[in-house]
């Protein structure tokens, strides 16, 4: 099989794998993100293979849509890659990929893996969830989850641990300070930080809107 043949594969099995998922997390994100990643990838060196196969796979098996079981989404991404007889080098950095790069796992100081894919399919993945897009998803999984718009009375957490984090019920705006507006300083890339301004500016602007209209102040 070529490299492009395993792409087109991989990208129909993503497809089908995510046909019924959350907005926000579905076949249309799992695309964007793909398509940062490409662009990222132009200006480092990296391998873009495993750069495109962690992309494609990397939502394959969300955890919060899995009762939290963080291992479902590498080892389904593992077994499909192996059926595809996809080098046992590559699979295991794809997979590495996938159960390191989530904002969830920043909260873990001493993460055992990185390497410069990782770096450009978490900057690509981050992208998705700032700017325009991030807010229609942040509140599409908000209303997923029947969570308020925002409370007054409730702070956001601005100290939690990677459970507390994981187990976080709080209004949709609270999402924007104790994630959202963290990840500009968390890009890894040129390409990445130089996007991710644009977007964060984006967000604040819309967070000024979203209180004058809360407030009837416009």
Same mark, same amino acid.
């Given at each position: 099989m070529t490299k492009n043949q395993l792409i087109e594969t991989t990208i129909a099995f993503v497809k089908q794998e995510l046909h019924n998922a959350e907005g926000g997390h579905d076949w249309f994100h799992t695309q964007r993100v793909y398509n940062n990643a490409k662009l990222i990838s132009k200006s480092e060196d990296v391998d873009v293979t495993v750069v495109s196969l962690a992309a494609l796979l990397h939502d394959i098996a969300d955890s919060k849509f899995h009762n939290g079981d963080e291992t479902i989404g590498p080892r389904k991404a593992s077994e499909f890659l192996l059926k595809q007889n996809v080098d046992s080098i590559i699979i295991e950095h794809v997979t590495n990929i996938i159960e390191h790069m989530s904002f969830k796992?920043?909260?873990?100081?001493?993460?055992?893996?990185?390497?410069?894919?990782?770096?450009?399919?978490?900057?690509?993945?981050?992208?998705?969830? #700032?700017?325009?897009?991030?807010?229609?998803?942040?509140?599409?999984?908000?209303?997923?989850?029947?969570?308020?718009?925002y409370h007054p009375d409730i702070a956001p957490n601005l100290n939690m641990t990677k459970e507390e984090y994981k187990l976080a019920k709080a209004p949709t705006i609270n999402h924007f300070y104790e994630k959202l507006l963290l990840l500009?300083?968390?890009?890894?890339?040129?390409?990445?930080?130089? #996007?991710?301004?644009?977007?964060?500016?984006?967000?604040?602007?819309?967070?000024?809107?979203f209180y004058a209209e809360w407030n009837g102040e416009k």
């Open positions: 796992n920043s909260f873990d100081l001493n993460t055992s893996f990185i390497s410069k894919e990782m770096e450009v399919v978490q900057d690509a993945d981050r992208l998705d969830a #700032i700017g325009a897009i991030g807010i229609a998803r942040c509140f599409n999984y908000g209303g997923f989850k029947n969570r308020a718009l500009k300083d968390q890009m890894n890339t040129k390409t990445g930080k130089r #996007i991710a301004a644009s977007r964060h500016k984006y967000m604040e602007d819309f967070l000024d809107q």
